[in-house]
């Protein structure tokens, strides 16, 4: 069986929010393990910063383009 579920972007960003935190800490460790690769390291200080400052060349944030709709689905489509 399929299981569909629409996100508007004001569900999607709520519930991120409610991970922010968590997120943030997750992938500050990452960008202080030095047992990491530098690739993956770069990654999340890249995301870290991304998510602060929004993406370089004056893009827009995501949600404020207008709303978008994200499907996920799990199992056949």
Not at 31 to 60: C, F, H, M, N
Request: hydrophobic fraction near 40%; proline fraction near 4%; aromatic fraction near 4%.
């Amino acid at each position: 069986m399929t299981e569909r579920i629409a996100l508007t972007v004001e569900k999607l960003e709520t519930l991120a929010q409610q991970h922010a935190r968590r997120a943030i800490a997750a992938l500050a460790k990452v960008v202080e393990d030095e047992t990491a690769s530098p690739a993956t390291r770069i990654s999340a200080a890249s995301t870290i910063l991304q998510w602060g400052y929004g993406r370089p060349g004056g893009k827009a944030k995501p949600g404020e383009a207008g709303e978008q709709v994200i499907r996920l689905s799990w199992g056949e489509n």
